[in-house]
């Protein structure tokens, strides 16, 4: 699935798609007026091994677009030697602004899968986005015990590369150590580009209130080189979500300058 958005006419439009396989788009809500907000829909549901899921979004100048999904995606069990795979790539240009908001991933217990994707943001653009891994279903006493997951996240600002963000798991090898999720089933992380020291003390106080408070799980903030990123570990989705949601609608208003307006389907 190929979008592409451009503003016209006083907003910004989807002004290109390309679609083939099951990957597939809800047709465009304007809560806000201008700004874009889009729901990728996949109808199967799960992912097993041996699909390969492309997603690529280009904002182009001035363009702002807030894309998220109705629900989890989920990795099911593969079987033995097939492998699943999920590209993404956002390209976002000067002027424009790309909030990339999805549901979970799920890896069920056996799954194979590698995750891949590549943001750029060119000088004078914004990107804000998140993403979130559930090993295994906690809640159902179901435990990612076996399989392999890698996901690997890269940051283009103005064309150098700022951020490798990876992640990578044989079995529960990594979900156990104290360096990987510390015997917890999630892992997520919030990503904003380019940052500075205004938005990292946002957030700084705002994460002091939630550690202290509603928030019981590790949560981490750093920023480097221009990039601003939450990385938070979790036993369930729903505290997560409720995290990141807070920062993102913080961040939303001093960062971005519009007041958080959260899709119909969460």
């Known amino acids: 699935l190929e979008l592409e958005y451009s503003y016209r006419g006083g907003k910004t439009r989807l002004t ?3 679609q083939s396989g099951p990957l597939s788009l809800q047709r465009a809500f304007y ?16 992912v097993v091994g041996g699909d390969y899921l492309q997603l690529g979004v280009h904002a182009n100048h001035d363009a702002h677009a807030l894309l998220t999904n109705p629900g989890a995606t989920k990795f099911y069990r593969s079987k033995s030697g097939l492998h699943a795979r999920q590209d993404q790539r956002i390209v976002v240009d000067e002027g424009a602004a790309v909030e990339w908001l999805p549901q979970q991933n799920i890896f069920f217990n056996g799954a194979s899968a590698t995750l891949e994707t ?6 004078g653009a914004k990107f804000l986005g998140w993403e979130m891994h559930c090993f295994g279903r906690p809640s159902a006493q179901d435990f990612f015990v076996e399989g392999t ?3 690997r996240t890269r940051v283009h600002v103005s064309g150098e590369l700022r951020l490798i963000e990876q992640f990578l798991t044989s079995g529960n090898d990594a979900l156990q150590a ?3 999720l510390r015997g917890l089933a999630m892992q997520g992380c919030l990503i904003a580009a380019p940052c500075d020291l205004q938005q990292k003390v946002l957030l700084e106080q705002l994460l002091l209130d939630e550690i202290g408070g509603r928030y019981g799980y590790p949560v981490g903030l750093t920023l480097v080189d221009e990039v601003l990123i939450v990385r938070a570990l979790g036993q369930q989705t729903e505290p997560m ?17 519009r007041a958080a307006c959260p899709p119909r389907i969460w």
């Open 16 to 18: 290109k798609k390309r």
């Open 31 to 46: 809560p806000e007026g201008d700004i874009c907000h889009n729901y990728v829909l996949h109808p199967p549901g799960g």
């Open 118 to 123: 590549d943001i750029h943001i060119a000088a």
């Open 149 to 151: 997951v890698g996901s």
């Open 178 to 180: 104290t360096t990987g």
């Open 241 to 257: 979500h409720q995290l990141f949601t807070r920062l993102w609608s913080e961040l939303r208003g001093e960062w971005l300058g």
